[in-house]
């Protein structure tokens, strides 16, 4: 028995903390730092795994049954023919899960171990992450990872400022900003002084808020208010500080990252609910058939059995008719518990681990630049694969490579970035195509590319023109850089699309090299030149560009502007008078430039097709509204075509509430005008939900981070639902990873559709782990999501084979060996039924005990084993090419109650067949010397093999994929079924063995005879014919996809295919603004306070050339822009 101590405390109101106190902050017996995400330790592992398996309702009715085969006196098959499948399940799953649990232990340990310097005494002492208490103060230096939630004491930058990235938290690559206060910033290295500090934190409770926290500070008689601003959150990286101290306030399991990370589940499919149901139907059919034969016993016993007391006396314990018929019922349990025999469990376990390893062992699957393959890190969800309705995406690193690219630019109305051949004919762009040669530029990022060499020509030959574009992008920015080693440059940007910008012009001549609160220096082509700036107008979301205002050594004063087309455009438009007033006709349009955050390859092609397996795709990210809708256009999730693209972005109840109901509104004005969309939902009113959301037409929705909270709400939940299951698209920005999970179970509990989730940052774990399925990306953020994950793949590219092709081949694989385990097994077991009528129901078996020992272990294991690991109904390209073949798992149609009952009546027939043909037949017929053939054993052989031969066959006609292994083992198994039956009936075994195998050459007799034979085959032709012809109508004049796919593969083989080019067509579409992927208010007003600087010499003042405005071909590259902007194409997004 398993004893859990569970420690009930009153919930936490407010949290208390003093600093360097673990005395006075143990009594609140806070979390400490260990964190534990796996299920097991040594102790709790054996009770704990057993009871989570005897909750699959068989587990339970096996062991069940295994009591019951104790007693002697009801059963008439031997203990072991259960205990030793049903020891082989349980020890098969226990070594699998904790297998799996190990891992995660592992990855714990890993974790908790981690050394972090901790302030003991007065002095730093290393420490394991998980020593860490509530209360510490500890050191962090540069690159190291945030151990625990910390409020900011000091930096070793000025003002006490660190930066930090979040990648872990929010997926977000760009630097934060956190500052420490003032009155504790000046502890700064002081040993002593941060040993004394004394402070006490009042603060909210552990949530999962990763953007807010509210406490207030108590030293020294006064108070000081905290906010998120000066807390440092575990999973973040300490970046561009040397050192800072901090003081826990949320260890482990309190802190954010592990209120935001969700439980880890157990998961089941929904073909293992479906079985659990079923496993309770046959057990109520077995005792009804118990129930009926048990009265048949005692009326039997009552009318007829005491005749026959003088030869076969009842034992003395046996008191009446009634008792015999309640012992009887009993024993009729075990023979006929073979409806549902523990094979079935192993089974199911083998081919679930064949379907693993064909997915680990895919070629085409694996990702060759990082040497990853495609992992099935379970092996009970593989069916599960092919009935996916709803997937739900992270953007940065999933659908993106979270690298962004500099990847072309227009200047003077001319672009740059096409690559072209020898003769001067564009290419396209591969891995084999030659980079610029960058060599004459010491300062040079190695792993920067470009492929246009016209654009360093224009920069050796000093264009102006260039030369002022990539000026401006080397001077208005708010980047840091770092140079620990003569040239080496490292640059730390607060979006990274800026640090793309920058590393161009780094590349081209421009490079960046110091900033002051007052200068700039830059190297222009090798020359030092110091700029004094004068003003940075920095980036926000309303002003949707930054401008910088500097002198150059030669005494002018420039503006330089870059942002969003759309807001640069309108300054740039003649009859905007006061601004062209204003600046005396000098705001002269430069360029744009087409930053990529590249979509990973292949995304927008399985999007597509994932869409038209009638999939849902929405998207979930800690980006930006701008980043996230980009990237929607990029794959082709958002289209210009769609009727329209709704925004929620509302701050309060009220708003959000308003903005559902007015969507709606507009939506269902929309869809009652377009007359089809309800014709077409008529015609599929009968089927899944998945249908009908499909056809509602083409809208997408966005909505923030702040508005989904409230859309969340449980009185607010259902509205967004109906309104979100209207779009095609749904896009959620700005969510925390709590989000994701909760947008997750929301469809789980409502819609009751099978969900997958995909992401590949710690952010992303939660909604894993909620998901049915959650696949992992090995991707920039880690791997945190893989080590999550049910499945892990390279790229997401690789997730329509994964699902497409193995999910849908397990789904149709499991769904037809269920139907033939259940069919072939009902037609085993209900012989016995029928014979109970004539055996005067004496639980007599029709069946010698070998034979019904074998028959599920050798006679019939590996034919539905092969097909259920092999078959196919149509091959890998067509599973890709004609997705709807995906459908029927979605709508559950190979395998469901209305199929098992369909299989049970065929299994009922089949066994009427083979028991009352033999029966009428073996009645009245004599051997060839007179004597009579219908003895028990001669019967017992006829209707065991007509049972063998004819479920070889039929799964021959199940079987749409023929290997050699099939042919071996369907036909071997019949040949080894008579090498058995005639071994068993052999004067070898005999001598042996004697009381086990007693009927000597009864196999030999009885196969002898024609009349035999002619009894199997008629009992053959009879359960397979009805199957045959019902199967050929439906094909001919119900045809389903499948049909309609393997009639043209088989068109195919006989006539070469046409070969066909199509004609790539580009997609025309408004302009976006792509500025900037994650970009948000920069460093701007830390730059010009000096607040973020140390006190080092100014530069000297090199005079450097002197900077051209030109202004001759701003109409002509205004008349040329959009036609440019357009030529990068749909994955491009555009910067002015």
């Known amino acids: 028995m398993c004893i859990l101590r569970v420690r009930v405390e009153p919930a936490e109101e407010e949290r208390r903390v003093k600093a360097n106190n673990r005395e006075y902050n143990e009594k609140f017996q806070y979390a400490n730092n260990r964190i534990k995400t796996s299920k097991y330790n040594v102790v709790t592992f054996l009770p704990i795994n057993l009871f989570e398996q005897f ?65 003991i005494g007065g002095k730093l002492q290393n420490e394991k992450w998980m020593n860490v208490r509530v209360g510490d103060v500890i050191k962090l230096e540069n690159n190291q990872f945030v151990a625990a939630d910390l409020l900011l004491l000091s930096s070793s930058e000025p003002h006490g400022l660190s930066y930090v990235e979040t990648a872990e938290l929010d997926g977000e690559t760009n630097l934060k900003v956190r500052q420490a206060l003032t009155v504790t910033s000046e502890l700064g290295t002081d040993m002593c002084r941060l040993a004394e500090f004394d402070g006490e934190i009042i603060c909210e409770t552990p949530n999962n808020k990763l953007d807010k926290f509210k406490g207030t500070l108590f030293w020294k008689d006064k108070k000081y208010s905290l906010d998120n601003e000066k807390m440092l959150l575990r999973g973040c990286v300490l970046r561009n500080t040397e050192w800072c101290f901090g003081m826990v306030i949320f260890a482990g399991p309190d802190t954010k990252l592990m209120q935001n990370s969700g439980r880890t589940k157990f998961k089941r499919t929904s073909i293992d609910r479906l079985m659990n149901t079923l496993v309770l139907w046959i057990f109520g059919f077995l005792v009804c058939m118990g129930t009926i034969l048990a009265i048949g016993n005692s009326i039997w016993e009552n009318e007829v059995g005491f005749h026959f007391h003088i030869y076969l006396p009842w034992d003395e314990w046996m008191k009446n008719a009634i008792f015999s018929g309640f012992l009887s019922f009993w024993s009729y349990i075990i023979i006929l518990n073979t409806v549902v025999p523990i094979s079935l469990y192993v089974s199911v376990e083998v081919i679930r681990l064949g379907h693993s390893y064909f997915i680990n ?19 009970t969800l593989n069916e599960e694969l092919g009935q996916i309705e709803y997937i739900f995406s992270d953007k940065t690193g999933t659908l993106t490579q979270n690298i962004m690219i500099f990847n072309k630019c227009s200047i003077n109305g001319k672009a740059y970035g096409d690559a072209y051949d020898e003769l001067g004919h564009k290419t396209e762009i591969s891995e084999k195509t030659l980079p610029v040669d960058f060599s004459f530029n010491t300062l040079a990022d190695k792993k920067f590319k470009f492929y246009d060499a ?30 620990k080693n003569e040239g080496e440059l490292l640059y730390l940007a607060q979006s990274p699309d800026e640090g793309a910008l920058v590393t161009a012009a780094r590349n081209f001549g421009f490079v960046f090299r110091s900033r002051t609160p007052e200068t700039i220096t830059v190297h222009e082509m090798g020359k030092p030149v110091v700029y004094q700036l004068l003003a940075i107008l920095d980036f926000n979301n309303v002003r949707k560009r930054m401008s910088v205002i500097v002198r150059n050594p030669e005494g002018q004063i420039r503006l330089y502007s870059k942002g969003a087309d759309t807001i640069l455009f309108e300054r740039l438009h003649p009859s905007n008078e006061e601004l062209m007033y204003v600046t005396t006709d000098q705001l002269s349009l430069l360029g744009a430039t087409a930053i990529e955050d590249k979509l990973q390859e292949g995304v927008s092609e399985t999007i597509a097709n994932l869409t038209l397996a009638n999939i849902k795709i929405w998207v979930l990210t800690g980006d930006k509204q701008e980043t996230a809708v980009n990237i929607g256009y990029s794959c082709n999730m958002l289209t210009d075509d769609m009727n329209e693209i709704f925004i929620v972005a509302g701050h309060t109840v009220l708003e959000v509430r308003e903005q559902l109901r007015k969507t709606k509104e507009r939506m269902m004005g929309t869809t009652v005008c377009n007359g089809h969309v309800f014709s077409e939902k008529n015609v599929t009113s009968m089927l899944d939900s998945v249908i009908e959301e499909t056809v509602m037409g083409d809208y997408a929705l966005v909505i923030n981070g702040h508005s989904l909270a409230h859309a969340l709400e449980a ?3 259902r509205e967004f639902l109906e309104l979100a299951s209207l779009c095609r698209t749904v896009i959620c920005c700005r969510v925390t990873p709590l989000q994701k999970a909760q947008v997750v179970e929301l469809i789980k509990n409502y819609k009751k559709a099978v969900t997958l989730a995909i992401g590949d940052g710690a952010n992303d774990v939660s909604m894993i782990k909620t998901a049915h399925i959650g696949v992992g990306i090995s991707g920039q953020e880690g791997m945190q999501a893989v080590l999550a994950s049910d499945y892990s793949i390279g790229q997401f590219r690789y997730l329509q084979r994964l699902m497409l092709v193995h999910g849908r081949w397990s789904y149709l694989r499991m769904c037809k060996f269920l139907y033939y385990f259940f069919y072939k097994n009902f037609a085993f077991t209900l012989v016995h039924f029928w014979f109970g009528f004539f055996c005067g129901f004496s639980a007599q078996t029709v069946y010698d005990q070998w034979f019904i020992t074998l028959y599920n ?3 019939t294991s590996l034919p539905v084993l092969a097909m259920g690991i092999f078959d196919q109904d149509v091959n890998e390209q067509r599973s890709m090419e004609y997705t709807r073949l995906y459908e029927p798992g979605q709508l559950n149609l190979l395998f469901n109650k209305r199929e098992f009952f369909i299989c049970i009546i065929q299994g009922v027939y089949t066994s009427v067949v083979l028991f009352f043909v033999p029966y009428g037949a073996f009645c009245d017929t004599t051997r060839d010397d007179g004597t009579h053939l219908s003895d028990y054993q001669s019967f017992a052989v006829t209707v065991a093999t007509s049972l063998v031969i004819v ?57 002898i005879h024609l009349t035999v034979w002619l009894v199997i085959i008629v009992t053959t032709v009879l359960c397979i014919m009805p199957v045959v012809a019902f199967r050929f109508l439906m094909v001919d004049l119900k045809p389903t996809l499948s049909d309609k796919v393997r009639y043209v593969q088989r068109a195919r083989r006989k006539h070469k295919p046409v070969q066909h080019r199509m004609r790539r067509v580009n997609r025309t579409s408004s302009r976006r603004s792509g500025y900037a992927f994650a970009h948000q208010e920069g460093f701007g007003e830390l730059i010009t306070s000096g607040r973020n600087m140390r006190v080092n010499n100014p530069s000297p003042v090199v005079t450097g050339k002197s900077m051209l405005s030109s202004t001759s071909w701003i109409e002509t590259l205004r008349k040329k822009t959009t036609e440019t902007v357009s030529s990068f194409g749909s994955e491009k997004n555009i910067k002015l």
Not at 464 to 478: D, G, I, K, N, Q
């Open 55 to 119: 909750q699959r309702v068989a587990n339970a009715y096996f062991l069940f049954l295994l009591i019951l085969q104790l007693i002697p006196h009801i059963s008439s098959l031997s203990w072991f023919t259960t205990i030793v499948p049903l020891v082989l399940v349980l020890t098969i799953t226990a070594v699998k899960d904790a297998t799996d649990d190990f891992f995660r232990y592992k990855s714990d340990n890993q974790v908790n171990n981690r050394q972090s310097q901790v302030l």
């Open 361 to 379: 062992w895919d070629r085409k699957m694996f990702y060759a630049k990082k040497n990853t393959s495609a992992e099935a890190r379970t092996t």
């Open 454 to 483: 016209s654009l360093v020509e224009a920069i050796k030959l000093g264009d102006p023109s260039v030369h002022e574009f990539f000026r401006l992008l080397s001077l208005c920015h708010t980047v840091m850089s770092e140079e």
């Open 715 to 717: 009185d607010m939940e």
């Open 857 to 859: 272990i050798v006679y």
């Open 951 to 1007: 479920v070889s066959v039929q799964i021959g006609l199940d079987t749409s994929y023929w290997t050699a292994v099939n042919h071996f083992f369907i036909w071997g198994s019949v040949a080894v079924y008579f090498s058995i039956l005639f071994a068993m009936h052999s004067n070898g075994l005999f001598a042996i063995f004697p009381s086990q195998f007693p009927f000597v050459g009864n196999a030999r007799n009885s196969l």
